[in-house]
């Protein structure tokens, strides 16, 4: 029988993590049928984008992140007799953000984005397994948020991510230019402001090449 503690051993070769677990309820909509317990599976660091380069998916070919994910985490969830679920491949889309909130531990940021207790807001999701056994989830965490200044709000340069949301022509448009660089190379300036952010090891060169793939 699955438990988290052996899920999170089998996860730790691949460099990624349980990030946070919600109960399904005995026939809840939205869910593959049977679902019980719904985990949320993102980067572990450091050391996460050093494998994941090193992997055959880093060959050239489009779409590497994903095919590598669907690799790992679709081996992983047939072994156990789960479902794998990803945030990309649609539409339609399953609700991550929406699951995110679920789980005690992560939460809406005051500029919208989703921030984990120990990621911050450089967390993300490369997957889900859906299980069919109840399992004993993370710990809920005291949201970061509640005893923090907030420097998010006014981190862009472009004002394009505030309080008010996410203007992505304004954020594209500022990219394009000279003073947009700095994004660029080392990643959205509002998710490196945010104090968690800054404890959590991702390198540079990842949030570089994710920029690249947003604003191509």
Do not use: N
Request: with cysteine.
């Amino acid at each position: 029988m699955a438990s988290l503690p052996a899920i999170e051993a089998r996860l730790a070769p691949e460099r990624l993590e349980v990030l946070g677990g919600l109960a399904v309820a005995e026939g809840e909509g939205g869910f593959p049928k049977g679902t019980r317990t719904l985990l949320l599976l993102g980067p572990r660091e450091p050391g996460f984008w050093a494998h994941l380069t090193s992997q055959p998916e880093w060959d050239g070919q489009p779409d590497p992140v994903d095919r590598w994910s669907r690799r790992v985490i679709g081996r992983l969830a047939c072994d156990l007799g789960a479902k794998a679920l990803f945030p990309f491949g649609g539409p339609p889309y399953h609700p991550f953000y929406q699951w995110a909130l679920r789980t005690g531990r992560v939460w809406e940021s005051p500029v919208r984005l989703l921030v984990h207790a120990r990621q911050g807001l450089m967390v993300s999701f490369r997957g889900a397994l859906a299980l069919k056994e109840v399992l004993d989830l993370p710990p809920a965490a005291p949201r970061p948020c509640d005893t923090c200044p907030a420097p998010c709000l006014t981190a862009c340069p472009a004002e394009a991510l505030t309080a008010a949301g996410y203007d992505v022509p304004r954020c594209h448009a500022f990219l394009d230019r000279p003073e947009g660089q700095d994004c660029m190379a080392g990643g959205c300036l509002v998710r490196r402001a945010c104090p968690v952010s800054q404890s959590y090891a991702r390198l540079l060169e990842q949030s570089a090449y994710h920029m690249g793939q947003f604003h191509r």
